[in-house]
């Protein structure tokens, strides 16, 4: 049941209508009921391991707050970390093992059993760890409540995709009276339908073009394959935060607030600021529950650098089981380590060409570099394997810069070329004021005439020029298979 089938627009207001109708004692059970529907609708084979998950977490987290118990934490992490490493990495691991064989000259072929992955489980993982911990480091207590922790664990608007919870937001949120309010429904419905927006108009309609480019970029000119490649950053980023965009939403709407998983990242100056926006709860999640144990910047700069080759190493292997989502994540590491490196060289440089640090002409360089290595970056993560995306890098200097059968052969048409450009000019603008002001308040607190302007507008650009009805192959959300 994705947040855009029709299945959804039924489920969701009946969950929200009943919510508010049930009396207090009784509304997280029945939010707990939905949120288990709703993940049931992904697949009844993945409700045990969801189920596992929720009792583990519940009984780790009251002995833990009997006591500190070191060995617990870690024994509990280690099975968690454990079910991660067999279900999402164990072929990838034994194709290495395969491959490092055969270099020494010795011939083995283990048989690979074909697990299936539950849905959204690196996300509730993740939420349940990062709860385990603040019970144990005391900055959350235990909850008493079977069906508020897990309702926690499990609440359906960030269960599969995230954002990733934290305990000592969301927990107290359960506990709150939640009244129907007309304030909080618009502000949701506005972020869902900007969510939407985003993900028809724009998201899946630049997937035809990084699609087809990449399935064979040798026969394209290499201004089309930077053109598909910067399409894939601008996808994916359209991709993910809409879905973020939507369950906030879907939470917003019945009274819940969730962390903001992005803040317009591409209008960072720096790959270090791009990582401070871009998906935060995951981000926030390995800098407080791994940099920082690890020792952050505080044991010396090499330490520090060394950090943040691992936790961008980890990263990668986060998103996938393969050798392009860890040079994906060891690259963005590097960046920060030469950036890092580089900043007394640059600042002198700025200084000698009287260059301020709130140039504006110095701002859209800095942003426009970071969405180049952001790019670069990204062709690892969507090519599948090293060697695609160096075959698609290596395309992007070849002579010939544009192949004759131009958009048409990308899959595109002009008019579709032309409603992406627009879309993109609009999505442009909302970023760029959201810089300087809160545009979803902006909107609710504008004269009546203006905000159904808005909801219309919005509203009929997603209808008419969103990708989907005949001969539309609908795309899943790209984070949804993390």
């Known amino acids: 049941m994705g947040f855009l089938s029709p299945s959804y627009f039924l489920f969701f207001p009946i969950a929200a209508l009943v919510y508010f109708l049930l009396p207090q004692r009784v509304r997280n059970m029945w939010l707990l009921g939905c949120s288990w529907f ?51 990495y164990l072929g990838f691991g034994l194709s290495l093992l395969t491959q490092l064989l055969a270099a020494l000259g010795l011939d083995w072929s283990p048989v690979v059993p074909k697990l299936l992955l539950p849905a959204g489980i690196s996300f509730y993982f993740f939420t349940a760890m990062g709860y385990l911990i603040d019970v144990y480091r005391g900055k959350c207590p235990a909850e008493r409540s079977f069906v508020k922790c897990a309702l926690f664990l499990s609440f359906f608007p960030y269960l599969l995709s995230g954002p990733i919870g934290r305990g000592p937001e969301l927990l107290p949120q359960f506990d709150s009276l939640h009244k129907l309010n007309y304030v909080n429904l618009k502000e949701g419905l506005l972020r869902f339908l900007w969510g939407a927006f985003k993900k028809l108009v724009l998201a ?42 939507m369950a906030v939403g879907s939470a917003k709407a019945m009274g819940f607030d969730l962390i903001e998983n992005f803040r317009t990242p591409y209008f960072s100056r720096s790959i270090a600021e791009f990582w401070r926006r871009w998906h935060i709860s995951l981000s926030s999640w390995f800098r407080d529950y791994l940099y920082i144990p690890l020792g952050g910047s505080r044991r010396g700069v090499g330490r520090k650098y060394l950090n943040i080759l691992i936790v961008f190493a980890v990263s990668g292997l986060w998103h996938g089981a393969a050798l392009s989502f860890l040079v994906w994540g060891l690259l963005n590491g590097l960046y920060q380590v030469v950036g890092s490196l580089m900043e007394k060289p640059r600042r002198a440089l700025r200084g000698a060409v009287r260059l301020g640090e709130d140039s504006k002409l110095l701002a859209l360089w800095q942003m426009a570099w970071v969405f180049g290595l952001a790019t670069i970056a990204w062709v690892f993560f969507e090519a599948g394997t ?4 160096l075959t698609v890098l290596g395309n992007m200097v070849k002579p010939v810069l544009w192949d004759a059968g131009g958009l048409t052969a990308m899959g595109m048409d002009k008019l579709e070329f032309l409603a992406a450009v627009a879309g993109l000019l609009l999505l442009t603008a909302v970023d760029a004021v959201s810089q300087y002001t809160d545009v979803t308040r902006r909107v609710l607190e504008a004269p009546r005439w203006v905000r159904w302007c808005v909801y219309l507008g919005l509203l009929m650009v997603v209808v008419i020029f969103g990708s989907y009805g005949t001969g539309y192959d609908a795309q899943d959300f790209i984070y949804g298979q993390f």
């Open 204 to 245: 899946d309609r630049l997937a035809v073009v990084v699609d087809t480019v990449f399935a064979a970029p040798q026969n394209y000119g290499a201004l089309q394959v930077i053109l598909a490649a910067c399409a894939f950053s601008i996808q994916i980023y359209c991709d993910f935060s809409a879905y973020s965009d």
């Open 38 to 88: 709703f993940y049931l609708c992904a697949g009844r084979e993945y409700f045990l391991f969801l189920l596992a998950t929720v009792l583990l977490t519940y009984f780790a987290a009251q002995a833990l707050e009997k006591g500190r118990r070191r060995g617990l934490l870690v024994g509990t992490l280690c099975l968690f970390v454990g079910a991660l490493v067999v279900f999402k």
């Open 386 to 389: 090293v060697s695609g995306a």
